[in-house]
């Protein structure tokens, strides 16, 4: 009986529909009328295309223009940077893999890298429109640029490091809502910055011409004790060829090459220590499904994160100063499962298991150029197994997220916080109140001598020889010097640095040609 009525009912709601759909479209002018959002007299509102507010309608033939746009809501910002660079010897004059010799044993052959000169141009225009005291609306093109290069020709020599596709992308582009839903409840969705404390996990890397940012939401609870931050991003989609348009086609499944981050942040203040706990959980990777994309073998920027792991990173960072002296720590720990590259989703079968831990502390004298005296100590677990035979076998290495590791391990970008343990000391100086000074002694060893050496962009920049017993990277020493004049508008920087190549390089080195490092730079920047 009840299958007889489905018919029946079927055909009843189609002819009501119809005579109801007649009747609107002889009422065209009251239809066309309704508004959204549905107000107390019109709560039968059609389905909105748009799937917002039409407020300002699509044009037929003049561009739509706002009655509530206020030029004194509009505020612009800009940064433009030009920087020429050198690098004498960038690979010590070896190559990047060991070659297997008569003998079986593996060592580096000679490899002429030579010299390197480049310069680099990055320019920023911020919109940023307060459409309330609550609601804002912001937008941050880039134009990345590496002079000399062919725009319209990736393969002449790269459009910027990064490889965004275009001179010309979007840097940043998001809405942030405070009080959302609730008091001290802020939301930011869109592309963003993300940047923790001293950009150890995350930072914008704006030493690079591209930079750090990510798609997401994130959430701030601004309690008077315990902020409390939440977000989720996107760091790899596999299911969109491109930058915009329909997804979801071509693709084995919903979530293959994925990769997202999920984390927890508690940034609070303690008697003047500031204390901020976090919890992070990267499920896949940046790689998404371009290569291989393991720490150990074919890492590409940014990150050299996994594909096919799920992983959890816990920990905190500390920091105080106390009259003249201040002291940073932050260590974290991470757990979880990876499995080979070729495989997403399933096949996670290794346990990861790795640590990371920073102490620095310092002294500055209450003296004329304020001089402060630091010392500092590094450290990130390796794996053996994590090498060009390892394969995804590299559970016990620290992964790092997405730091600016630049200011962090040496100025001349020789290593990354994994599989390292690195101790250094520094004077930095006031030489005037728009001055800076800083030299900086650093010796670097690996953690664990059978596992690779990773650049700072976390890529493999050395893969360690079968065999090897040095743990000795060698040494650095940098000197940088900063002026600020017209106002703070205007920034120039020098800086220069030398790397003494190490045990590891010349007792690996088969034809004895390994040779020291210097790298220097000058950088301009304006900003408004």
């Known amino acids: 009986m009840r299958q007889k009525l489905i018919p029946f009912i079927v055909a009843v709601a189609l002819v009501f529909t119809g005579a109801f759909g007649a009747s609107l479209l002889t009422a065209g002018p009251t239809f066309a009328a309704k508004t959204t959002p549905a107000t107390a007299k019109n ?76 310069t680099q141009q990055l320019i920023r225009l911020g919109f940023n429109y307060d459409i309330s005291p609550d609601v804002v609306f912001f937008m941050q093109p880039q134009v990345s640029h590496n002079w000399g290069t062919v725009d319209s020709d990736p393969g ?118 500031a204390f901020e706990p976090a919890w992070i959980w990267e499920d896949g990777g940046a790689s998404g499904a371009l290569g291989n994309g393991a720490i150990g073998v074919g890492s590409s920027p940014p990150g050299g994160q996994m594909q096919n792991q799920s992983r959890h990173t816990v920990g905190a960072r500390v920091a105080t100063k106390k009259g003249i002296v201040d002291v940073t720590g932050e260590g974290y720990w991470q757990f979880g499962s990876l499995g080979p590259s070729s495989v997403t989703g399933g096949n ?109 962009n976390q890529a493999v920049f050395k893969t360690t020889p079968a065999g090897n017993k040095e743990k000795s990277l060698g040494g650095e020493i940098d000197v940088v010097y900063t002026l600020f004049f017209q106002g703070n508008r205007v920034g120039w920087q020098v800086g220069y640095g030398h790397f003494f190549a190490g045990d590891y390089l010349t007792k690996n080195d088969v034809g004895g040609a390994t040779q020291d490092q210097n790298w220097g730079y000058t950088n301009l920047w304006i900003n408004f």
């Open 43 to 118: 709560t039968a509102v059609p389905a909105v295309p748009r799937t917002i507010p039409d407020l300002i309608p699509y044009h037929k033939f003049d561009p739509p223009k706002s009655k509530a746009f206020d030029m004194k809501n509009l505020t612009i910002s800009g940064d433009m940077r030009v920087r020429p660079e050198f690098r004498s010897q960038g690979g010590f004059n070896v190559g990047k893999n060991p070659v297997t010799q008569a003998n079986g044993s593996q060592k580096f052959q000679r490899q002429n890298n030579g010299s390197t000169f480049f």
């Open 156 to 273: 002449s020599g790269g459009i910027n490091p990064n490889g965004t596709g275009s001179d010309l992308f979007l840097r940043q582009g998001f809405m942030l809502v405070r009080n959302f839903l609730a008091p001290n409840l802020s939301m930011k969705a869109g592309r963003q910055l993300v940047v923790w404390g001293n950009h150890r996990i995350f930072g914008h890397f704006d030493w690079n011409n591209v930079g750090f940012a990510f798609d997401g939401v994130t959430l701030r609870y601004n309690h008077a004790k315990v902020p409390v931050e939440l977000g989720w991003l996107r760091v790899a989609e596999g299911n969109c060829a491109g930058s915009a348009g329909g997804c979801g086609v071509g693709t084995p499944s919903a979530d293959t090459y994925d990769g997202d981050i999920w984390f927890m942040r508690l940034p609070m203040k303690l008697a003047g220590i």
């Open 348 to 456: 996670r079968n290794e346990r990861i298991n790795a640590l990371a831990m920073h102490l620095d502390a310092g002294v500055t004298l209450p003296v004329p150029m304020q001089p402060r005296i630091g010392a500092e100590i590094n450290y990130a677990s390796g794996d053996g197994s994590c090498n060009a035979a390892g394969g995804a076998k590299c559970g016990g290495t620290f992964s790092q997220l997405f730091p600016t590791n630049h200011i962090q391990w040496g100025y001349m970008d020789r290593m990354s916080w994994q599989n390292m343990f690195t101790y250094a000391g520094s004077l930095q100086l006031r030489p005037t109140k728009e001055s800076h000074f800083e030299i900086t002694g650093m010796i670097m060893r690996l953690a664990n001598e059978a596992d690779n050496w990773y650049g700072a």
